[in-house]
């Protein structure tokens, strides 16, 4: 009988043990994301609230790590759900859990932080499901532009290299006036690396009585006409085209298949235009 009384209050300790364990490791995990966050220089004003982390750095680097692994599990599997963002999937992750400047993790684990905090006290003077609405919006900002990027890769670096095999746009032939106003103005807008190596005027036209600005305009009205013709861009689309300067992208695109480039100049002029054509892409999507 006395064993078995020393048995049962055992095991009222060990269950005790367990509890308090469970709450120290609960605690821990939101001091640990505060922790985390201000060594990244990362501030949350809800945070504020929450005591400091005196636990092992090593195990709070750890359960991170271990729940960054099942948020990008999670985001993987919604990815690949859907049909048409599944052959992105892994441009997608390598973006967003490689590059730091982007800001996923930060947002995602803010987040997390904001979830967790359940006290009344916290929330008399924040709004927790508007802080979440606000993180998870941002967060879901960062992934559709990611995905837009990844899918421009394909899509608009394909369209860099046709207007390069081509050396011009896409059925478009142009006049010396409009070669030599394509350079002066591409230039004077330094849309064009001022060390690149190539001819002013290649056709040899008379210059004296040229308006530039004139010309340079004309073909640029012709671009966004050609567009909205073809049903490729909407009116909508090429008033964000007209404000962002799609069209001297392209342009410079042009101008660059004329000019001979080292395999590293074109490559990096390749990823800027495949940039900006995505920046200039995901300010349309609300169109």
Same mark, same amino acid.
Request: charged share 30%; net charge neutral.
């Given at each position: 009988?006395?064993?078995?009384?020393?048995?049962?209050?055992?095991?009222?300790? #060990?269950?005790?043990?367990?509890?308090?364990?469970?709450?120290? +490791?609960?605690?821990?995990?939101?001091?640990? %994301? *505060?922790?985390?966050?201000?060594?990244?220089?990362?501030?949350?004003?809800?945070?504020?609230?929450?005591?400091?982390?005196?636990?092992?750095?090593?195990?709070?680097?750890?359960?991170?790590? !271990?729940?960054?692994?099942?948020?990008?599990?999670?985001?993987?599997?919604?990815?690949?759900?859907?049909?048409?963002?599944?052959?992105?999937?892994?441009?997608?992750?390598?973006?967003?859990?490689?590059?730091?400047? #982007?800001?996923?993790?930060? %947002?995602?684990?803010?987040?997390?932080?904001?979830?967790?905090?359940? +006290?009344?006290?916290?929330?008399?003077?924040?709004?927790?499901?508007?802080?979440?609405?606000?993180?998870?919006?941002?967060?879901?900002?960062?992934?559709?532009?990611?995905?837009?990027?990844?899918?421009?890769?394909?899509?608009?670096?394909?369209?860099? !290299?046709?207007?390069?095999?081509?050396?011009?746009?896409?059925?478009?032939?142009?006049?010396?006036?409009?070669?030599?106003?394509?350079?002066?103005? %591409?230039?004077?807008?330094?849309?064009? +690396?001022?060390?690149?190596?190539?001819?002013?005027?290649?056709?040899?036209?008379?210059?004296?009585?040229?308006?530039?600005?004139?010309?340079?305009?004309?073909?640029?009205?012709?671009?966004?006409?050609?567009?909205?013709?073809?049903?490729?861009?909407?009116?909508?689309?090429?008033?964000?085209?007209?404000?962002?300067?799609?069209?001297?992208?392209?342009?410079?695109?042009?101008?660059? !298949?004329?000019?001979?480039? !080292?395999?590293?100049? *074109?490559? *990096?002029?390749?990823?800027?235009?495949?940039?900006?054509?995505?920046?200039?892409?995901?300010?349309?999507? +609300?169109?």
């Amino acid at each position: 009988m006395k064993k078995f009384s020393i048995f049962v209050i055992n095991l009222f300790l #060990i269950s005790i043990f367990v509890k308090c364990q469970a709450n120290i +490791n609960e605690k821990l995990t939101h001091e640990c %994301l *505060k922790h985390y966050l201000k060594q990244r220089g990362e501030n949350e004003e809800i945070l504020d609230y929450v005591d400091s982390y005196f636990g092992s750095i090593t195990d709070c680097e750890s359960a991170v790590k !271990s729940k960054l692994a099942s948020i990008y599990a999670n985001l993987r599997n919604r990815l690949q759900s859907d049909r048409v963002n599944r052959p992105f999937v892994e441009c997608v992750l390598k973006d967003v859990e490689e590059d730091d400047d #982007i800001g996923y993790e930060i %947002l995602v684990l803010k987040e997390t932080a904001v979830e967790m905090i359940s +006290n009344w006290r916290f929330w008399k003077y924040f709004s927790k499901s508007s802080r979440l609405d606000e993180l998870r919006d941002d967060a879901e900002s960062i992934i559709k532009k990611t995905l837009l990027k990844c899918k421009g890769y394909r899509k608009f670096g394909d369209y860099f !290299s046709l207007i390069q095999d081509l050396g011009a746009l896409p059925n478009v032939t142009r006049s010396g006036e409009q070669e030599y106003c394509i350079r002066t103005v %591409l230039k004077e807008k330094g849309c064009i +690396n001022s060390l690149y190596d190539f001819r002013d005027n290649p056709k040899n036209v008379r210059t004296s009585t040229l308006n530039c600005t004139i010309v340079y305009n004309e073909v640029v009205e012709d671009l966004y006409n050609s567009m909205y013709k073809s049903n490729e861009a909407s009116n909508c689309i090429l008033d964000i085209y007209k404000k962002e300067n799609y069209a001297d992208y392209v342009l410079t695109a042009e101008l660059l !298949s004329k000019i001979s480039l !080292s395999k590293s100049d *074109k490559s *990096k002029e390749k990823q800027n235009f495949i940039n900006k054509m995505v920046d200039i892409s995901y300010e349309t999507k +609300n169109c």
